[in-house]
T-cell receptor
């Protein structure tokens, strides 16, 4: 079945440093989505990428969808303590289901 | 988010007892999902529903059943809870206006002693 993998699993950064998480799918995806989950919270939808090579920005967050539509990345510029949480990518599976990556937990040291 | 509530928010129960978790939505979305989240395993799909009385199994459905008698309610039942079902359970809906994207409820933390 479809597998979605994320690296790294954990990342500690000093506040102000940049952060990147990578997502790789075993199959070509029609789209990819990113979610953020704050500690003790629930996953919250951030963005959906649909086109090959697409790049989208949300303030300090830059999302990229690979040319082959099998990988994606999320880059945060100049991290802040409010960026703390776990970031998940997800790709659609058969029957309106999503396969989630294992997540990257970001910890930011003030 | 998307008018999704879950009840109860916390529950402690004993092995062998039945448990029902409720997910309620107010926006008439067709697709609803139940996930469990455990350290090291991310989000795993238990069951999902694509309409009233239409449900199907997900990746980790053993030991769980679901029912959807109304559009707005999706129930998850553990017929006989086991300690391995201690987890955080999230309900989600698919946003009808944006295919494939999901919005999650606040979660239920279940402890089975």
């Amino acid at each position: 079945g479809q597998q979605v993998m994320q690296i790294p699993q954990y990342q500690h950064v000093q506040e102000g440093e940049d952060f990147t998480t990578y997502c790789n799918s075993s199959t070509t995806l029609s789209n990819i989505q990113w979610y953020k989950q704050r500690p003790g919270g629930h996953p919250v939808f951030l963005i959906q990428l649909v086109k090959s090579g697409e790049v989208k920005k949300q303030k300090r967050l830059t999302f990229q969808f690979g040319e082959a539509k099998k990988n994606s990345s999320l880059h945060i510029t100049a991290t802040q303590t409010t960026d703390v949480g776990t970031y998940f990518c997800a790709g659609p599976n058969a029957g309106n289901m999503l396969t989630f990556g294992g997540g990257t937990r970001l910890m930011v040291k003030p | 988010d998307a008018g999704i509530t879950q009840s109860p928010r916390h529950k402690v129960t004993e092995t062998g007892t039945p448990v029902t978790l409720r997910c309620h939505q107010t926006e008439n979305h067709r697709y609803m999902y139940w996930y469990r989240q455990d350290p090291g395993h991310g989000l795993r799909l238990i069951h999902y529903s694509y309409g009233v009385k239409d449900t199907d199994k997900g990746e980790v459905s053993d030991g769980y059943s679901v029912s959807r008698s109304k559009t707005e309610d999706f129930l998850l039942t553990l017929e006989s809870a086991t300690s391995s079902q201690t987890s955080v359970y999230f309900c989600a809906i698919e946003d009808s206006r944006r295919t494939d994207t999901q919005y999650f409820g606040p979660g239920t933390r279940l402890t089975v002693l």
